[in-house]
């Protein structure tokens, strides 16, 4: 349904743009056939976000529900803007930003931190959490792995980590070199990587390794750690949006902005392990600037 709208918007604009340039549409008549994001989901009656299944951020129930912190909290500040109606585009984390910039959703949904590089392809909202590191290992953790550290000292260890997330990136800053990491599609893949010993550890954010450690058997969770080489890598998620969307981005900033740390949202994201301990610290404004 989106498509076709999307595709009937091109071509009526082409067609303005056209006559325009032959002087016989008058200044401003083209702004008739523009329809914004945010009056087509109106129109449409309906939303679709992009998730990656990756608990507790954004993950689907064993029988489709959406949920987890980013979805529930998108779904509470869309429904003050009237939207009602949310649809899951379950999408690997790595081509979430690319499956947002192609038109399959109109929100990415999944805890995404927000940083430079990423800025500069799409509109991030202002964070909904704050959170640090942890790795995943092997119950008892014969390895003693503490950290990336310990994967940089030594060569015989391999890390897991997670395609298109910045995991990788901490690996490579603390020492990792490339032959030691194995990189996979999503959560569940880490989990089972550690359990087979095809990886020693795996790394993700805290949460999720708490949440990955609970459920799966054999494993458990390093103590959380909030420094990498020596700088903090306290992760700040929030909401992306196309850069051209900016209607639809700043309504739903302006509901962000009054909900995130008052006690409704601290009441619906605490069974997620989210809550007054790990609201956010900094602006998007500065995490896009890499401060």
Known sequence: MSKISTISRRVLLAGAAGILATGSLIAGSSSAFAETALERIKAQGYIRVGFANEAPY???TPDGKLTGEAPEVAKAVL??????????????????IPGLKAG??????????????????????EPSYGIGQAMLVTKGNPKGI?????FASNKDLKLAV????VEAGYAKESGVPDEQLVTLPDQSSLLAAVQSG?????ALTALSIADMAAKGEGVESTKPFGEVAGKSVKGHGGFG???????LYEAFQAELKTFIGSPEHIALVTPFGFGADYLPNKTMEQLCKGE
Do not use: H, W
């Open 58 to 60: 954004g993950f689907a």
């Open 79 to 96: 429904a003050k803007m009237g939207i009602t109606q949310v649809d899951g585009v379950l999408t690997e984390f790595g081509s979430l």
């Open 104 to 125: 399959r959703f109109d929100i990415i949904a999944a805890g995404m931190f927000i940083n430079p590089k990423r800025c500069a392809e799409i509109n991030f909202s």
């Open 146 to 150: 503490a950290d990336y550290s310990s």
């Open 162 to 165: 997670m395609a298109g997330a």
């Open 198 to 202: 095809r990886a020693d550890g795996a």
């Open 241 to 247: 949006f196309r850069k051209e969307d900016t209607d």
